[in-house]
C-alpha cells in the first residue's frame, strides 16, 4: 500500500514545484517579453498594426499648445526608427523536453547600415531573429556584436525602409534629475511604438541583475514595461540619452521605476561591437580572488591594515601574477572558516581607495582600458609597494563564469 501512494505524492509534489517556480517574485525584471506573456487584467486584447506615423496637420494642432505640438513632432520623428525585435530561443523544459519560445523587445536604428541596438538579454540565445518596422513586414537579422556585461547587442538589417533615419544620438554626461525623459517601445511585445513621457528620476545608479551589474543607469519614472528592452530613452529634442533595460517592480510591470543604460557607455561600447563583435575588458587577474578587509576581518586575521583587498588566488600568466603580485603564501581557521592568507593587499588603485571588489571592478570598467596601465598600491609582509599592471582583455575562460 505504501508504494501505491507514494508515485502520486510524488507527481503532485512535481507539480507543486513547477507552479511555485512560475510565481512571480517582487524584485528587478529585465524588460524584455518572454513567451508566455504575463496573463493581462482584461479579458481580450486586439492590436492592430501600428502604421508609419503621419505628419501634422497642415493648420497645426487644434486645441494643442507648443510643448505637444514639439512633442508630437519628436514622436513622427523618432517612431519610426524604433523597431520590434522578436527572437526565436529553442528552452528545454523538465515535462516537454525542447520546444520552441518567442520573445520580443524592442531596438532602434542606429545608423543607414542598417546596424540596431538592443540589449543583450533580448537576443541572448536566440536561434532566430526578425525585425519590424511597422506594420506587417518583419526582415531577418543577424547578430553583428553582444556585450553580455554592458547588457547591449547589434544587430543587422540587409534594407532600411525608406526615409527611416537613425536616432540622433545625444549626451548622459550633462543629464540632470528633474529633466524630460521619453520612452518610445513595443511594451509585452505587442503595442508597437508607444510613446510614454516622464522625467529623469535619478542618475548614476548601481543596478545588479541576475546576469550582470549595470552602472552608471538612468532611472526614470516613464512608463517602462517589458517588452521595451532595447527601445530608446530621449531627452525633450528627441536625443538619445539611453538604452532601456529593466524595471524595478512588485508585479512585473511598471511601478514608476524604469532603468536605461546611459548613452555615454553605448557610445563607447557599440562602435566596438561593430568593428569587432564584442567589447574588450580590462582584467587584472585576481578581481574576486579574495576577501574585502573589515576592521572585523583585520583583527581576526591580523592584519597591518584596516581596509582593502586582500588576494588570495591569481590566476597564472595574469597580468598581475606577471607584475609579480602574491597570492595567499599559507592558511588560516578561525572559527569554522578556513581563510588563505598571506597574499597581497591591495589598498588602492591610481591613487583611488579600494574598500570592495566592487570598487576595483568599476573602476575597471569606467574608467579603464584594454593595454592601460594601472598602478595598484600593495601592502605585503607590513611593507607598502606599488605595482604598474598593464590591464589585459578578460580571457573567454573567465567571461564566461
Known amino acids: 500500500m505504501k508504494h501505491r501512494v507514494f508515485l502520486p505524492a510524488l507527481l503532485l509534489l512535481i507539480v507543486l514545484i513547477a507552479v511555485l517556480a512560475s510565481c512571480t517574485v517582487p524584485g528587478l525584471f529585465i524588460a524584455a517579453t518572454p513567451t508566455p506573456t504575463a496573463t493581462p487584467r482584461v479579458q481580450t486584447v486586439i492590436v492592430v498594426a501600428t502604421p508609419t506615423p503621419g505628419p ?64 543583450y538579454h533580448v537576443i541572448e540565445g536566440a536561434q532566430q531573429i526578425e525585425v519590424s518596422f511597422g506594420g506587417d513586414t518583419s526582415l531577418p537579422a543577424t547578430v553583428v556584436g553582444a556585450d553580455p556585461v554592458n547588457d547591449l547587442a547589434v544587430i543587422k538589417v ?13 549626451t548622459s554626461t550633462d543629464l540632470h534629475v528633474g529633466q524630460t525623459a521619453i520612452v518610445i517601445g513595443n511594451p509585452f511585445g505587442q503595442f508597437e511604438r508607444t510613446m510614454t513621457v516622464g522625467i529623469v528620476s535619478a542618475i548614476n545608479r548601481t543596478i545588479e541583475t541576475e546576469s550582470a551589474v549595470l552602472r552608471g543607469v538612468i532611472q ?89 583587498l586582500l588576494i588570495a588566488q591569481l590566476y597564472r600568466g595574469s597580468p598581475a601574477d606577471q607584475a609579480g603580485m602574491r597570492g595567499a ?63 589585459a582583455d578578460t580571457p573567454e575562460s573567465v567571461r564566461s563564469r
Open 56 to 119: 501634422l496637420p497642415a493648420g497645426g494642432l487644434a486645441g494643442g499648445d507648443d510643448v505637444e505640438a514639439r512633442r508630437i513632432a519628436l514622436y513622427l520623428r523618432v517612431a519610426p526608427a524604433v523597431v520590434n525585435v522578436t527572437t526565436q530561443v529553442l528552452r528545454t523544459d523538465f515535462f516537454w523536453g525542447t520546444t520552441p519560445e518567442e520573445g520580443s523587445g524592442s531596438g532602434f536604428l542606429w545608423d543607414t547600415d542598417g546596424h540596431i541596438v538592443t540589449n
Open 158 to 170: 540587409d534594407a532600411v525602409p525608406q526615409d527611416v533615419q537613425p536616432v540622433e544620438v545625444g
Open 220 to 308: 526614470t519614472d516613464a512608463a517602462i514595461n517589458r517588452g521595451n528592452s532595447g527601445g530608446p530613452l530621449l531627452d525633450s529634442r528627441g536625443r538619445l540619452i539611453g538604452v532601456n533595460s529593466a524595471i524595478y517592480s512588485p508585479s512585473g510591470t511598471s511601478a514608476g521605476v524604469g532603468l536605461a543604460i546611459p548613452v555615454d557607455k553605448v557610445m563607447r561600447v557599440v562602435p566596438v561591437l561593430i568593428a569587432r563583435g564584442r567589447f574588450p575588458h580590462p582584467w587584472l587577474g585576481f578581481e574576486e580572488l579574495g576577501y574585502e578587509i573589515s576592521p572585523r576581518l583585520a583583527q581576526m586575521l591580523e592584519l597591518p591594515v584596516q581596509s582593502g
Open 329 to 391: 603564501q599559507n592558511e588560516s581557521i578561525v572559527g569554522n572558516r578556513r581563510y588563505l592568507v598571506g597574499g597581497d593587499i591591495v589598498t588602492t588603485v591610481d591613487d583611488r581607495p579600494l574598500q570592495k571588489w566592487e570598487d576595483l571592478r568599476a573602476y575597471l570598467e569606467e574608467k579603464a582600458a584594454v593595454g592601460q596601465e594601472v598602478a595598484l598600491n600593495v601592502v605585503r609582509n607590513g611593507e607598502e609597494l606599488t605595482f604598474n599592471v598593464t590591464l
